[in-house]
């Protein structure tokens, strides 16, 4: 059975750099980084005390179902909501109306055989740690009504569905920091199939909160460097660690033919999608796995590696990921004498789990879109057996026709993902 072509048709992103995508991109291009001193508590206790924090303040939402609730919401729903809303915007899916109740005013609908698919790690863990504060220094009768609502992982999903009418399936995905890439592929296998016509499909996570700092700590994962502004250290021979930040990244994608038939700009075609099990322990990024996922991404594109023009990492400045990572990539190039170009994006953004991934892919379509790649930052010295990898240390302009995307979580979750110029 031949299968329907996906194409991306709207994105919407909430990041330490800003709450559009093409901020998002003037951003990565400059070198910028959203990195910054700790403000959601204080950090004093802890021995990093950095983070990439989303500006609160811009994350506001028009009158609408559930505008009360959202607001009570944590975090990551309320930041997967305003990516979905920006990308429903920018989609122009907009136009079916409906008759309001009791003959009320049309309201904006959306088109039948949509579905919802969103990745979240963590999710409403600050919500968690506040609420259990709250019992134990107040009484049980002082926890919020909203306190179980606000922290399971499926309200992200729930209230995108919810506000914007869209009654398909909905699907939460936790799959730790492989969250997002694996919605957005799941959410690209069910337009193939022709179970929906078109999807909302990304990642969020905000989880900048002690008992994060506290855990990863105590794992010895969290980046000490002092100076915030030149850390996380992504593929840099002193990396040392993550930055936790923060954000949602969330798009539309469409059958094409579907997106074609009513004039949509396509930012970009999502071709191949792999994901993987497979790890040396619970922690850790295996190559030889990682190898595979990209190879079963790749196959499921219809190209050789050849073919991969870029490479937006998974690279998040830990000492054995990256190299993991860089070996698997090595593995999958050398016979083909081809060297695409990498980049990570971590050094702008910090870690941002769930939405690890579909950042990656908003960077990517920008970069589609301007035939560029963006930085690593803050590499200055690659380990010497990084050598042959081509590792982007500033912005390159080259014809790029698709860009590899990768995504790893703990407990051996490996995703890639391959998207394509339109």
């Not at 609160?56 to 559930?66: E, K």
């Not at 855990?215 to 030149?230: C, E, I, T, W, Y």
């Not at 690279?315 to 170009?341: I, K, N």
């Amino acid at each position: 059975m031949p299968r329907h072509r996906v194409v991306v048709t709207g994105a919407g992103v909430l990041c330490p750099l800003g709450s559009t995508v093409d901020e998002l991109w003037r951003g990565l291009v400059a070198g910028r980084s959203g990195i910054a001193p700790l403000t959601r508590f204080d950090a004093g206790r802890f021995s990093a005390r950095h983070a990439g924090e989303v500006d609160d303040s811009v994350v506001t939402f028009a009158p609408g179902p559930l505008r009360f609730e959202t607001g009570r919401m944590s975090a990551f729903a309320r930041y997967a909501l305003f990516a979905a809303d920006r990308a429903l915007e920018d989609s122009g899916l907009h136009g079916v109306t409906e008759p309001g109740a009791d003959g009320g005013a049309a309201r904006r609908g959306y088109p039948p055989g949509g579905g919802v698919y969103l990745g979240v790690a963590m999710g409403g863990l600050p919500s968690i740690e506040a609420g259990v504060l709250r019992q134990e220094r107040q009484g049980v009768r002082r926890t919020s009504p909203f306190l179980i609502p606000s922290l399971i992982p499926n309200m992200a999903a729930s209230v995108i569905a919810l506000r914007h009418g869209i009654e398909e399936e909905q699907v939460t995905v936790a799959g730790a920091c492989a969250s997002g890439s694996q919605a957005i592929g799941q959410a690209m296998r069910a337009i193939r199939s022709g179970r929906c016509a078109w999807a909302v499909a990304g990642g969020a996570e905000a989880v900048i909160t002690p008992i994060t700092y506290s855990g990863f700590q105590a794992m010895r994962v969290l980046s000490r460097h002092d100076d915030p502004q030149s850390t996380p250290r992504p593929f840099d021979r002193s990396r040392d660690g993550i930055v936790v930040g923060e954000g949602a990244a969330v798009f539309v994608l469409e059958e094409r033919a579907h997106a074609k038939a009513r004039g949509a700009v396509i930012h970009g075609e999502l071709t191949g999608f792999d994901a993987n099990s497979g790890g040396d322990d619970l922690t850790g990024i295996s190559a030889r796995h990682v190898t595979r996922c990209m190879s079963g991404a790749l196959a499921d594109a219809g190209v050789q590696p050849a073919a991969i023009d870029c490479v937006f990492a998974q690279a998040s400045g830990m000492v054995q990921g990256d190299a993991a990572e860089l070996e698997a990539l090595r593995a999958l190039t050398e016979d083909t004498g081809h060297r695409p170009v990498i980049t990570s994006i971590k050094g702008h953004l910090g870690y941002t789990f769930a939405a690890n991934g579909p950042l990656n892919l908003a960077g990517a379509l920008m970069a589609l879109r301007h035939q560029a790649v963006p930085p690593t930052l803050h590499l200055k010295e690659t380990d010497p057996e990084f050598v042959k990898a081509d590792i982007a240390r500033e912005v390159r302009e080259r014809e790029i026709r698709r860009c590899l995307i990768n995504a790893f979580g703990f407990g051996g979750i490996n995703a890639g993902l391959v998207v394509s110029r339109p």
